[in-house]
């Protein structure tokens, strides 16, 4: 079952409230309702805590790097490629577009 990962920050001019309310109205249960979908969460990353290794180059960042993690659990990836081909797909990326920095990536992997 393939693993998605977005991994992205919010627009500059974008409140986290609001964003916030536009997942729990709009994405998460679009998502979440799709028949390709077996899991979906999102993480808002609160603060850089520590170093992750022994001997870190420079300074911590005073922000962290990204806002938010979010993890896709697929069992049709096909499926889900086609959804997002179709206009309902399109203009749900489009509704979540208005919020996610053009820097946002989408990832896949799989649990070592």
Not at 36 to 58: M, N, R
Not at 73 to 97: H, I, P, R
Request: proline fraction near 8%; charged fraction near 25%.
């Amino acid at each position: 079952m393939p693993t998605l990962f977005a991994v992205y920050n919010l627009k500059k001019n974008q409140k986290a409230e609001d964003y916030d309310n536009y997942l729990k109205k709009t994405k998460i249960p679009g998502v979440r309702g799709a028949p390709w979908c077996t899991d979906f969460k999102t993480w808002k990353i609160d603060k850089v805590l520590a170093p992750a290794v022994s001997e870190p180059e420079g300074k911590l960042p005073a922000e962290p790097p990204y806002q938010y993690v979010a993890k896709i659990e697929v069992s049709d990836l096909n499926a889900m490629v086609s959804f997002l081909g179709t206009e309902a797909g399109k203009q749900f990326v489009k509704s979540w577009s208005v919020y996610i920095d053009p820097t946002a990536i989408f990832t896949m992997g799989h649990e070592m």
